[in-house]
């Protein structure tokens, strides 16, 4: 998709958002030439921050090729933020419901129609203490099998310090100005994948492949070396509830 086919909706949310961005905070951007020109293509990026989507689609959007994201479908209820959420055709999700599929036949036809769609893999903000990446739900691999286009990983870096995930009070700090980082690298070597069935663990060893590749970049972007292991939100949950019933049996 060329820049000239964006769309009056793009550009629109292009003109609210892009000035405020521009004059708060300073920006950082790696690694443009590995967003294809053309063809369908997935993203797949961390998540530290409310304020990331803004950072990343900035930079997507001056890449000429602006991805469409998957988002709460309650957010495509919100006056304002529906309308636009419409009218620049982004993907509503409907969890825990007969329609969550529906999110995910979506993006795989987004795909293979030559649009671009992301990822966020992880499904929410991460938990890890030091604001790495944590391990992944498998729908973006599962995504890339079905359609074996590129996926692009993306690290971004800097959103996280102006609006901190969990914060109590969800404001942003301006001052002094952060620098927003975004870094897209080369798509992810999935080759060794294609033709298997889809088994939870051959998802899994995709996923991982992918993260691994986001790791990377962030690495790069922050100028350190990430834990060995990535956190994992599911077994620390279990832990938390085991030793809850240890300690409700005493």
């Given at each position: 998709?060329?820049r000239?086919r ?17 004059v708060?905070?300073k920006?950082d ?7 294809p020109a ?5 993203t ?7 304020l990331?989507?803004?950072s990343?689609?900035?930079f997507q959007y001056?890449t000429g ?5 998957l ?9 304002v ?5 419409r009218g620049?055709r ?8 007969s ?11 987004a ?5 671009c769609v ?7 903000l ?9 391990t ?5 691999a599962?995504?890339?099998?079905l359609?074996?286009?590129?996926v ?6 800097g ?7 969990y ?5 942003v700090?301006?001052f ?12 992810v070597d999935l ?29 790069e972007?922050r ?5 060995e ?6 077994e ?7 030793k ?7």
């Amino acid at each position: 998709m060329s820049r000239r086919r964006i769309g009056f909706w793009y550009r629109l949310a292009a003109v609210i958002a892009k000035p405020p961005l521009l004059v708060l905070f300073k920006r950082d951007w790696r690694g443009m030439e590995h967003i294809p020109a053309d063809g369908g293509f997935i993203t797949a990026i961390n998540h530290n921050s409310y304020l990331d989507m803004f950072s990343y689609g900035h930079f997507q959007y001056n890449t000429g090729r602006v991805p469409r994201f998957l988002a709460k479908a309650a957010l495509f209820k919100a006056p304002v933020v529906g309308v636009l959420l419409r009218g620049t055709r982004q993907i509503p999700v409907y969890r825990e419901s007969s329609n969550a599929v529906g999110a995910f036949r979506a993006a795989v036809d987004a795909v293979n129609r030559g649009e671009c769609v992301a990822f966020y893999p992880e499904g929410t903000l991460t938990r890890d203490p030091g604001m790495w990446p944590m391990t992944a739900k498998t729908g973006v691999a599962r995504a890339a099998l079905l359609t074996k286009a590129p996926v692009i990983p993306v690290a971004q870096w800097g959103a996280n310090l102006a609006m901190p995930p969990y914060a109590k009070e969800k404001k942003v700090r301006f001052f002094p100005r952060k620098t927003l980082k975004v870094q897209a690298g080369p798509p992810v070597d999935l080759d060794r994948f294609y033709g298997q069935d889809p088994t939870p663990e051959v998802l899994k060893e995709a996923t991982e492949a992918i993260m691994a590749a986001i790791t990377g970049q962030l690495e790069e972007l922050r100028g350190e070396k990430a834990p060995e292991k990535p956190f994992d939100l599911r077994e620390v949950l279990v832990q938390q509830r085991r030793k809850a019933a240890e300690e409700g049996t005493k």
